[in-house]
């Protein structure tokens, strides 16, 4: 298998596999395909297995793709402004991820879901009890929000974090939650109730704009609350409601 990424912050994933190869995807994550290239939806390994990992953002289907000749060709796309993290994983080798990250992968890769054991982080920690797990071996593309910044954390070494900025890490990363310190810190500050806290060993994948920032921005200069706002025009109409959609459906 074969990739090369286009774009910068709408990227394209371009994949060439050969007749012994198999990727698969979420669906709705396809742009394009060449002739050679043969489609399969399936469950992914049963119907219960297929809504467990609904649960974690993922679709109930699966989209498989082979190739009857070498040099069959994939184009995937994300959803959003992004970055599309390629990760080549070792055998046994597992990342957690936010929601909705999974793009693609080899057919090796598993893709499960993790629930998140701690109660302060599954309630506050931005995402919910039930994330995604991807184990290698093989590589898997994951979709981020925004420019992705890289933090190796050393044993003990611990990073506050915004919730909603937490994009992938190392299973050997405890997550927590810790409440913002200060009464006109909590009052005023903006950041809300809750940071998200990492603690290492392990490397930590950050993103720069949660998806539900970006549709708060779109709504506030949109006008969808206020009386003060201007009109929207109807490129932003159709920008909120199809965001709007997105995130209602998810939640």
């Keep these: 298998m074969e990739y090369k990424l286009h774009g910068t912050v709408m990227q394209t994933l371009e994949i060439t596999i050969g007749p012994s190869e198999m990727v698969y995807c979420q669906t ?30 993922g679709s109930l289907f699966r989209n498989e793709f082979t190739s009857n000749a070498p040099g069959g060709l994939l184009g995937f796309c994300p959803r959003f402004p992004g970055k599309i993290v390629p990760y080549k994983l070792a055998p046994g080798e597992s ?3 936010r929601k909705e990250t999974f793009l693609c992968a080899e057919g090796s890769v598993q893709f499960e879901i993790f629930f998140r054991q701690q109660l302060g982080g599954g309630l506050f920690g931005g995402e919910g009890f039930i994330l995604q797990k991807v184990t290698g071996p093989g590589t898997v593309f994951l979709d981020l929000s925004g420019e992705v910044v890289e933090k190796i954390l050393a044993p003990g070494e ?7 900025h937490v994009g992938v890490q190392d299973p050997s990363v405890q997550f927590g939650v810790q ?6 810190n909590l009052l005023f500050g903006g950041e809300g109730i809750f940071f ?4 290492g060993p392990g490397r930590v994948l950050l993103q720069s704009m949660p998806i539900v920032n970006l549709a708060d921005e779109i709504m506030r200069y949109a006008g969808g609350t206020g009386g003060g706002a201007r009109q929207p ?3 932003i109409d159709v ?11 998810d939640n």
Excluded: P
């Design 28 to 57: 709705h994550a396809l742009a394009y395909m060449s002739d050679a290239i043969q489609m399969n939806t399936s469950t992914g390994g049963g119907i219960w297995k297929s809504i467990v990992r609904t649960f974690s953002g």
């Design 95 to 97: 990342l957690i991820c």
């Design 158 to 164: 611990r990073l506050r974090v915004h919730v909603g």
């Design 179 to 184: 409440i913002v310190k200060g009464f006109k």
């Design 196 to 199: 998200a806290t990492l603690t």
């Design 233 to 235: 025009e109807t490129g």
């Design 239 to 249: 920008g909120v409601s199809v965001l709007k959609g997105i995130l209602d459906r």
